[in-house]
């Protein structure tokens, strides 16, 4: 075990960086220490910030390595150095946290050295915190399936993207699931993006209902989850290329789409992602120089609210939504409403019967009663 006052200095970014502790195991089983997860950030360090640059980010720390829970941090402490760059987000209670901008490799290094294994980026950049640039679908496997399932639900979900005229980034999740990044303009607040995500979260399930499921209460799930409540405020989810906190230091590696029906998650590590990244490159290099519309996918989630869907479950820390179900799981929800809405989808909810909503409108249950809830800032995929 390495004494408390041993540390190294790490140039990065034209800058000295303190390491403490360099020689702490981090990841017992393959012996990754300290050390080893900052070369890997510096020699990822392209492919890692294009995924991270200008979006304030949660630090996730393991000051103890994989072995203990992690400290979810959301404000970066009070002494850091003045050329580190941050952005502050505000909340409905009036507080304000200001995260952590991971902008140059001196950022990476500053952040494994606090302890931090994955980079966790809301998907708004910090010149424009109300508007998301990134739609993010989750597939997010029940216990009964596996990452077979996992892989074809993915290409149920590029078949939707593709013809609502969006491009969609897949990547393994580090864990048990497919993340499937799409780049948007931003014009869409966070309510819109959610929105346009819980309709192809249900054209998914009407497209393979015996593979994929958009119903929020697990007693009701089946198949791969299509997590549509990943783009609800605040939420985030490991980014590309961040070392994920498994046994044997996984790494949320981009894939191109041809890759995805033979992928395996435990080829991709620490160990492999630096050969790859130069023999295959990132597939998701370009995802930032087209961004898409999510006009058509918004038209999809007005066809289902004008046939009767509304708006689906939030996270139980969101205020309660107009339009939304009760938040009272289905089997112990007596009075529950009979199903509305087009065949194949599972959720309740909407306008009263006999209601139509005109084409002008936003939709049925699209806007809250009150601002979005930021009770929970640190959520973490469970892909």
Same mark, same amino acid.
Not at 229 to 258: E, F, K
């Given at each position: 075990?390495? +004494?408390?006052? @041993?540390?190294?200095?790490?140039? $990065?970014?034209? =800058?000295? !960086?303190?390491?403490? %502790? &360099?020689?702490? /195991?981090?990841?017992?089983?393959?012996?990754?220490?300290?050390?080893?997860?900052?070369?890997?950030?510096?020699?990822?360090?392209?492919?890692?910030?294009?995924?991270?640059?200008?979006?304030?980010?949660?630090?996730?720390?393991?000051?103890?390595?994989?072995?203990?829970?992690?400290?979810?941090?959301?404000?970066?402490?009070?002494?850091?150095?003045?050329?580190?760059?941050?952005?502050?987000?505000?909340?409905?209670?009036?507080?304000?946290?200001?995260?952590?901008? +991971?902008?140059? @490799?001196?950022?990476?290094?500053? $952040?494994?050295? =606090?302890? !931090?294994?994955?980079? %966790? &980026?809301?998907? /708004?950049?910090?010149?424009?915190?109300?508007?998301?640039?990134?739609?993010?679908?989750?597939?997010?496997?029940?216990?009964?399936?596996?990452?077979?399932?996992?892989?074809?639900?993915?290409?149920?979900?590029?078949?939707?993207?593709?013809?609502?005229?969006?491009?969609?980034?897949?990547?393994?999740?580090?864990?048990?699931?497919?993340?499937?990044?799409?780049?948007?303009?931003?014009?869409?607040?966070?309510?819109?993006?959610?929105?346009?995500?819980?309709?192809? +979260?249900?054209?998914?399930?009407?497209?393979?209902?015996?593979?994929?499921?958009?119903?929020?209460?697990?007693?009701?799930?089946?198949?791969?989850?299509?997590?549509?409540?990943?783009?609800?405020?605040?939420?985030?989810?490991?980014?590309?290329?961040?070392?994920?906190?498994?046994?044997?230091?996984?790494?949320?590696?981009?894939?191109?789409?041809?890759?995805?029906?033979?992928?395996?998650?435990?080829?991709?590590?620490?160990?492999?992602?630096?050969?790859?990244?130069?023999?295959?490159?990132?597939?998701?290099?370009?995802?930032?120089?087209?961004?898409?519309?999510?006009?058509?996918?918004?038209?999809?989630?007005?066809?289902?609210?004008?046939?009767?869907?509304?708006?689906?479950?939030?996270?139980?820390?969101?205020?309660?939504?107009?339009?939304?179900?009760?938040?009272?799981?289905?089997?112990?929800?007596?009075?529950?409403?009979?199903?509305?809405?087009?065949?194949?989808?599972?959720?309740?909810?909407?306008?009263?019967?006999?209601?139509?909503?005109?084409?002008?409108?936003?939709?049925?249950?699209?806007?809250?009663?009150?601002?979005?809830?930021?009770?929970?800032?640190?959520?973490?995929?469970?892909?």
């Amino acid at each position: 075990m390495a +004494a408390k006052s @041993e540390h190294t200095m790490i140039e $990065a970014a034209g =800058l000295e !960086v303190r390491l403490s %502790n &360099p020689g702490k /195991v981090y990841f017992p089983k393959p012996g990754w220490t300290k050390l080893d997860l900052v070369e890997y950030y510096l020699t990822a360090a392209d492919a890692v910030l294009t995924h991270l640059r200008e979006r304030p980010t949660v630090m996730k720390r393991f000051v103890n390595g994989i072995t203990e829970e992690p400290i979810w941090q959301k404000r970066v402490p009070k002494n850091i150095p003045d050329w580190l760059q941050t952005a502050t987000v505000a909340f409905p209670s009036g507080r304000t946290a200001e995260e952590l901008v +991971a902008n140059d @490799e001196a950022h990476l290094v500053w $952040a494994v050295n =606090l302890g !931090v294994i994955d980079f %966790n &980026p809301h998907p /708004v950049r910090r010149g424009d915190l109300e508007h998301p640039d990134e739609l993010r679908v989750d597939l997010d496997p029940t216990p009964e399936v596996g990452w077979a399932e996992v892989r074809k639900t993915a290409m149920v979900v590029e078949e939707v993207l593709r013809e609502h005229g969006l491009r969609g980034y897949p990547k393994t999740s580090g864990s048990k699931g497919i993340h499937v990044n799409v780049r948007v303009e931003p014009e869409w607040d966070y309510l819109d993006v959610r929105r346009a995500a819980l309709a192809l +979260a249900r054209e998914v399930e009407r497209r393979a209902p015996d593979l994929a499921t958009s119903k929020w209460w697990k007693e009701e799930r089946h198949g791969v989850f299509v997590d549509y409540n990943q783009n609800a405020r605040d939420r985030t989810v490991a980014s590309t290329y961040s070392i994920r906190p498994t046994v044997d230091a996984r790494v949320s590696c981009a894939l191109n789409w041809d890759e995805v029906p033979d992928a395996e998650p435990g080829d991709f590590r620490i160990d492999t992602l630096p050969e790859r990244l130069k023999t295959v490159g990132d597939p998701a290099a370009d995802i930032d120089l087209e961004p898409g519309s999510l006009d058509q996918l918004l038209d999809l989630a007005r066809r289902d609210e004008e046939g009767g869907l509304g708006d689906a479950p939030w996270p139980p820390h969101f205020p309660k939504q107009r339009g939304e179900p009760k938040r009272v799981q289905p089997s112990r929800d007596t009075d529950r409403p009979k199903q509305r809405g087009r065949a194949g989808d599972p959720q309740p909810g909407g306008p009263p019967p006999g209601i139509t909503l005109q084409g002008s409108q936003r939709g049925f249950g699209s806007k809250p009663r009150t601002g979005q809830g930021y009770e929970s800032e640190f959520e973490e995929d469970e892909g």
